[in-house]
């Protein structure tokens, strides 16, 4: 249920008045910044709350431009390590669907025993319910750590934007893919460094596993193999480190001052490595 602009109003004694419901009392996790614009209510799984829209001033950017090279950071995302940095840092995403796949498993059965519609089948419904929120919790909250951790020590934050309905077509790597939520972390990663006045610039995944970072040569790689080894220039480093390297070659690359100042959210066109190869590397890339 959404509130537009009018029907509410936050008391000191913290207190909600509610159009056609009257006062409600909230617990307030932060104080509220800048003007209240819309209010909304949200049950989830028996539990209520208020979500605040507010308006306020977004911080000053530092001109692309004029950002120093190390206050960049190329970000790779993947599964073996969930988010790889230029900087050779790493993190590994904690798969907190697997830690509860065993018990959601157990209430699912639980479940299919019990006649539908009656009180132990919505008590199981319930505690279903719950999991699966503490699963969304627990990985929001880790992906909200981590982004900041990054936005910390960096100026610009440069990511694939990936085609993860696409990646989820691959069965043996979709529950994988589904409970990394890439799509989720992009997104926030995007939202957050507006909020903390950062530069967040998208590019194409394309060539970004299979490119050499220093030279720019086709090097085929299948998804199990971990290390890239350039044939070309005789680099040797881990796979997503290569891939974070040269992502970060594209964020700098669309950095200059005929950006035009385009919105960090829709970029057009987005950086790739395809102006960057010779046609006949990209024209046979599809083979690999």
């Known amino acids: 249920m959404t509130y537009p602009q009018l029907g509410f109003k936050v008391n000191p004694d913290k207190k909600l008045y509610l159009s056609g419901i009257g006062p409600v009392r909230i617990f307030m996790?932060?104080?509220?910044?800048?003007?209240?614009?819309?209010?909304?209510?949200?049950?989830?799984?028996?539990?209520?709350?208020?979500?605040?829209?507010?308006?306020r001033e977004a911080p000053s950017k530092p001109p692309l431009?004029?950002?120093?090279?190390?206050?960049?950071?190329?970000?790779?995302?993947?599964?073996e390590k969930f988010a790889t940095l230029d900087n050779n840092d790493d993190a590994d995403y904690p798969k907190y669907l697997r830690q509860s796949e065993n018990r959601i498993k157990t209430l699912h059965r639980s479940l299919a025993h019990k006649k539908k519609g009656s009180k132990r089948w919505k008590r199981t419904c319930f505690a279903l319910a719950r999991l699966h929120l503490s699963v969304k919790r627990q990985r929001e909250d880790w992906q909200n750590k981590r982004i900041v951790e990054i936005l910390s020590h960096c100026d610009i934050l440069v990511m694939e934007k990936l085609n993860v309905e696409g990646m989820r077509k691959n069965s043996h790597?979709?529950?994988?893919?589904s409970d990394a939520s890439f799509g989720k972390f992009i997104r926030k990663a995007a939202f957050k460094a507006e909020l903390l006045g950062k530069h967040f610039i998208p590019v194409d995944p394309w060539g970004t596993t299979q490119l050499c970072h220093k030279c720019l040569t086709w090097v085929r790689k299948d998804l199990a193999e971990r290390k890239?080894?350039?044939?070309?220039?005789?680099?040797?480093?881990p796979r997503d480190l290569n891939s974070a390297l040269l992502i970060k070659k594209l964020g700098i690359l669309s950095c200059s001052p005929s950006d035009g100042g385009l919105s960090p959210a829709e970029p057009k066109p987005l950086p790739s490595l395809r102006g960057m190869v010779s046609q006949s590397?990209?024209?046979?890339?599809h083979q690999f």
């Open 281 to 285: 590397v990209e024209a046979g890339s």
């Open 65 to 79: 431009d004029a950002v120093p090279e190390e206050r960049i950071r190329g970000a790779d995302l993947g599964l």
């Open 173 to 177: 790597l979709a529950k994988s893919i």
């Open 29 to 55: 996790h932060r104080p509220l910044l800048g003007e209240v614009e819309r209010l909304t209510i949200k049950r989830e799984a028996s539990e209520w709350y208020v979500i605040f829209i507010t308006q």
């Open 228 to 237: 890239h080894v350039c044939p070309n220039c005789g680099v040797k480093l």
